[in-house]
């Protein structure tokens, strides 16, 4: 009789350091708090039925691990899907079966919570990861793009001057008009 090197069982605390280097990519740039952030999201698992970090296992040692959430498509489709989130293999346990593992139980536990849908984001440079996706029958759907809110707003200004001068015209009138109201219903209290 064999025995399996490969397990998977849900995250504890003890596992937040181990998060931390294997996630390192996804979590909170230049912040000391990202042990707390982990910490955090591991302790509010049980108080969220629709979520669960698993975490995998070779031979006893951290090899992996992946966020579920159970959401909608979209805020205008309701219909389910189990989201994967941060879906990692440690380099030394790469081409072991621990990625597919991790799908594997996404995809059981979808099942489970009756969602027809299985759904996750990979690096839009990870060709490796895009691959493995691909082959396990997850098709793009979607390309998410993001940018510090400050590039968008120059960006946006530096195409646009003059919607940014007509913005700016009305957020002072907005604000003017609300300290008027404001200074009225003092006077009237008084």
Excluded at 19 to 27: D, G, N, R, Y
Excluded at 76 to 94: G, I, K, T, Y
Aim: aromatic residues 6%; proline residues 5%.
């Amino acid at each position: 009789m064999s025995r399996s090197l490969l397990s998977l069982r849900d995250a504890t605390l003890a596992d937040a350091e181990r998060l931390a280097e294997l996630w390192q990519p996804f979590l909170r740039r230049g912040s000391d708090e990202q042990l707390h952030d982990l910490a955090t999201a591991i302790e509010q698992l049980g108080d969220r039925p629709g979520e669960r970090l698993v975490v995998a296992e070779y031979d006893g040692e951290f090899a992996g691990a992946a966020f579920f959430k159970a959401a909608t498509y979209s805020p205008v489709n309701p219909e389910p899907v189990l989201q994967v989130h941060n879906a990692a293999v440690a380099p030394a346990f790469r081409r072991r079966g621990v990625g597919r593992a991790l799908v594997e139980s996404a995809v059981t536990w979808a099942e489970e919570l009756g969602i027809g849908h299985v759904g996750t984001a990979t690096s839009s440079g990870s060709r490796e990861a895009n691959r493995f996706m691909a082959r396990l029958a997850l098709a793009p759907q979607a390309m998410l793009r993001m940018a510090p809110t400050p590039a968008v707003r120059s960006k946006l200004a530096a195409r646009h001057p003059a919607a940014r001068q007509v913005t700016q015209v009305l957020a002072v009138r907005r604000s003017l008009r609300h300290a008027r109201s404001v200074s009225r219903s003092v006077s009237a209290d008084l």
